[in-house]
Nanobody
Framework: VTVAESGGGSVQPGGSLRLSCVMS????????MGWFRQSPGKGREGVAA???????YYSASVEGRFIVSLDNAQKILSLQMDRLEPDDTGMYFC??????????????????WGQGTQVTVSS
């Protein structure tokens, strides 16, 4: 299984970015995928997640600003990030796992991870 993120970059506060994650070699029909971020001095934070039946979950810090989506056929996960704030700065990781879990925003429940893509929000 390989997981690869793209789409990071630098943007001013209030701007937008769209992250993508392509998953390959993943044979499961029932699964979930998520976005996590980590910045210096902070722990890993679950940002958004979505199941293969299209149920989405968001952290309180991004709800209303970020939208997670999943193309099941292509196994491509996306994260549309609008109204970005400096606190959104960090390395963003895509993760995936088969079946289901009781907490989709907890990284311990994910089996496969990408290498990350950097998002910087600064004026």
């Amino acid at each position: 299984v390989t997981v690869a993120e793209s789409g990071g970059g630098s943007v001013q506060p209030g701007g937008s970015l769209r992250l993508s994650c392509v998953m390959s070699g993943f044979p499961y029909l029932r699964y979930y995928m998520g976005w996590f971020r980590q910045s210096p001095g902070k722990g890993r934070e679950g940002v958004a997640a979505i199941t293969s039946d299209q149920t989405a979950y968001y952290s309180a810090s991004v709800e209303g600003r970020f939208i997670v989506s999943l193309d099941n056929a292509q196994k491509i996960l996306s994260l549309q990030m609008d109204r970005l704030e400096p606190d959104d700065t960090g390395m963003y990781f895509c993760a995936a796992s088969p079946e289901s879990t009781r907490n989709y925003l907890l990284g311990n429940f994910y089996a496969f991870w990408g290498q990350g893509t950097q998002v910087t929000v600064s004026s």
